[in-house]
């Protein structure tokens, strides 16, 4: 198997703090990638260190065969990864529409038609969207947000697509739905690495898993084998309790 | 004082001196306002560079004046000073960024140093061209272009060629700047680095490039409102660019700082208030009215007119 992204004893500091205490992950072409953990375990600070928008203290970073580490975000970008945010962080000043624009902004010297192409695939996954594209995109509910969040990111045709928490305050319906996307997006080609607190729900559809505790990566496994482990029944889908999630 | 007969036949001339003027405070306030939305910082030395902007101008007029190589049409005469100047304050906007501002916030400086680092810069320039030009004031020869005759009469309001010319050159500059923030890829990226700098980052946006970008366009609209000062008031001196950018800033504020449209309303509106001021209350109150309904206007609403509620000041 090739990585596509490959994080190899990553250390971070986050200010003073040392966020990521040499992490390494490997995602495969075709893979969806479940990266675990609570609050404050170094979830973020790994989707910021693989985006260049923090820089590493040491280990490396490739892409695609690629090191990637110490470049700018926007050249990050456009070698093919975008980000779903989050809590989605759209440009709430502006439409729908200029929003899935803004996704596409590293792909501006495409062709027209060829950027046709991405729209109407977005609009093919969400429907609603389409119909409220001139709306100014900080007026949407949460749910209607996230999915243009999703699709924005899908505007810059990413080989790798990271999802940063994107259950997190949706309503349940919601984020089946949106886990239901990242299932298809998949299966069109993209690969994907998910950041997750709701693990039921994020292992039961990625291929593999990694748990992320204070800066290091305490287990890794696949994901249904992760699924059954006694540890992560009790640290994430609350078993000791009642079996809700 | 005046009978009601009286006001309302000076009333719209007035209108028209004031929005004249209103249009170049906008004009000014506009380079405030873009760079205040990308970085929160208040360029400080935007005043001089609009002063520096007045003085390439005069200088083009000088020589076209003595060489004449051109007749001394506006519609020849006006670009050919414009497009000079404003290059040359934009290309100052961009050193400034570079230069005086970018490597204190590389080296994560808080919001004072790069304040005082604008002060630095007002004075480097109004002192360099006081050095190279001299502290006396020159002379714009305003009525070579525009002659005395070029009167036009509507609706007993008499207005000169030159007010309705430097009320349309204002209006098109920002015309222009509207379409391009509102319609363009590039004001797309600018409006995307003023609300989320890292979001438009993570959409391939080189922030640092739309930052300087910014500086550049803000600039040259300075410089540009110079040509048109100096055409209107007809004399120039180093030191004009003090009191034309406390105004422009104040529209800026007026209006909302950080907001474009707020920042054009913010100029006209000033400019109405301090035309209406000198008339009809006394010229000598003319600043105090104008600064007094600025305090009225933040105090009902602290973020302008057009603003949003006050911005978070967490944001760098």
Redesign the interface.
Known sequence: MTALLQLEQVVTYYGPMRALKGVSIEVASGEIVCLLGGNASGKSTTMKTI?G?VRPHSGSVHFGGERIDGL???SV??RGI??V?EAR?L????TVW?NL???A??R?DRPPDEIEQDYERVYTLFPRVKERLAQLAGTLSGGEQQMVAIG?ALM?RPRLLLMDEPSMGLAPIFVDQVFDIIRAINGQGTTILVVEQNAAVALGVAHRGYVLQNGRIVMADRAATLLATDEIRRAYLGDEEDGAC | MLTWSQILGILPQQLVFGITLGTVYGLIAIGYTMVYGILFMINFAHGDIFMVGAYVGWAVLGALLASHAVPLNPVIVLPLMLVPAMAFTGAIGLALERLAYRPLYRRGATRLGPLISAIGASIFLQNGVMLVEGARERVYMTYAVFPRAWRFSVGGVSVSALVIVIACVAGLLMWGLHVIVQRT?LG??I??VA??R??????????WRVVATTFFVGSALGGAAGVLVGFYYTQIDFFMGYSAGLKAFTAAVLGGIGNIRGAMLGGILLGVIESLATTFINPAFKDAVAFGVLILVLVFRPGGILGEALPDWKRI
């Open positions: 985006l928008i700018p975000t926007q970008v456009e975008s980000l945010p962080r440009f709430g000043r502006m200029e624009a803004m996704g902004f590293s501006r924005r810059a | 890829t797309r990226a409006r995307a609300e989320d890292e979001m438009a980052a993570v959409m391939g946006v080189n922030v």
